[in-house]
């Protein structure tokens, strides 16, 4: 398939533009799904607005094959740096909120759920990310191609007959087979060369299926597998190819959708965890007097946009692990 936008990801860790991009409306969605549960289009939007983030991390791994050298562990550390981190200090400021505004005991059951993996609302996604990418390490590593598909059908079933997706392992061994779906998709999208008109018609047969597939099986990672498993996958892959084909043909450089998509982490550790969403829905409520999404939606990513600012700005080490040991170093030597 044609080039990607911006740059084109190697051995090292550039940002590939339209994969920003993608992740930009998928939080959004993610964000305004929490904003608006049970809704039509919110149910519509929760078929791909999660599974998307796993699947570009498959296409990540397929552009960049360095991990494939790394021993498990140096592979582990890195992830662990990139998504347990995070997950380990947002978790720790909303525990402190917890037990604030909640007590003691409302904060130890959060505690439990925070080192059982399970996070705090929306937090459990850093944590199956992290699993998932882990698993999916080592399944690449066997030898064998007949071994590596017996595993993930092995996943497949399991998830689909025996586990609920109510725990961060299901999730992850779901995730994991989204992330092998994407990678799949980069190596494919590596060799073959299409047509930008080509690419169009693929990604609107996408949407289609997507939609049709919609009826089916609406339902979020973070639920569970209704009705027939290979529907679930499916429409979370034609969901996902068609927000990432329309973000690389048309969007790729979009600086408002790239914005988002950079930040997805910190939007993702926040939106839910700090009381943002119940306080776009106040000030909207105050200032209209009643409910309304948009206004509700705009104000939450108001407050997103200058929490994201204020924490690259001033709290970086926050999120980034590298950052916060420089900021360590930085004070050793004064």
């Not at 059982?116 to 080592?138: N, P, Q, R, Y």
């Not at 007949?146 to 998830?159: H, N, P, Q, S, Y």
Request: charged share 15%; hydrophobic share 55%; glycine share 10%.
């Amino acid at each position: 398939m044609d080039r990607a936008g911006g740059k084109a990801a190697g051995g090292g860790g550039e940002r590939i533009a339209y994969v920003d991009a993608a992740r930009g409306p998928a939080i959004l969605c993610v964000v305004l799904g929490h904003l608006y549960p049970g809704d039509g289009i919110v149910q519509y939007i929760s078929s791909f607005h999660v599974p998307v983030f796993f699947i570009l991390s498959g296409l990540l791994m397929a552009a960049r094959d360095g991990w494939k050298a790394q021993r498990l562990t140096e592979f582990a550390a890195k992830k662990a740096k990139r998504l347990l981190y995070p997950y380990a200090t947002i978790s720790a400021l909303n525990l402190a909120l917890i037990f604030a505004r909640r007590g003691q005991r409302a904060m130890l059951r959060q505690l439990a759920a925070t080192i059982l993996g399970e996070g705090i609302d929306a937090l459990w996604f850093l944590s199956a990310l992290f699993l998932a990418e882990i698993v999916f390490k080592i399944v690449m590593s066997f030898k064998r191609r007949e071994l590596r598909i017996a595993a993930f059908l092995c996943m497949a079933v399991g998830t689909a007959g025996i586990l609920s997706l109510a725990n961060v392992v299901s999730r992850a061994l779901v995730g994991c087979i989204l992330i092998g779906m994407g990678y799949g998709y980069g190596r494919v999208r590596a060799c073959v060369r299409l047509s930008r008109a080509a690419q169009y018609g693929l990604m609107a047969a996408a949407f289609a299926l997507n939609l049709a597939l919609f009826r089916f099986n609406a339902v979020d990672l973070h639920y569970s597998l209704i009705g027939n498993p290979a529907l679930y996958y499916a429409n979370a892959a034609a969901g996902s190819y068609a927000l990432m084909k329309l973000c690389e043909l048309a969007f790729a450089e979009n600086r408002f959708l790239r914005f988002w998509g950079r930040n997805s982490t910190v939007v993702f550790a926040t939106h839910l965890n700090f009381g943002i969403l119940e306080i776009a829905k106040a000030a909207t409520a105050a200032a209209l007097h009643g409910r309304c999404i948009p206004a509700e939606f705009a104000i939450t990513l108001l407050i997103e946009s200058a929490l994201v600012f204020a924490v690259n700005r001033y709290a970086k080490g926050l999120v980034d692990c590298d950052a916060a040991a420089k900021m360590l170093r930085r004070g050793g030597k004064a």
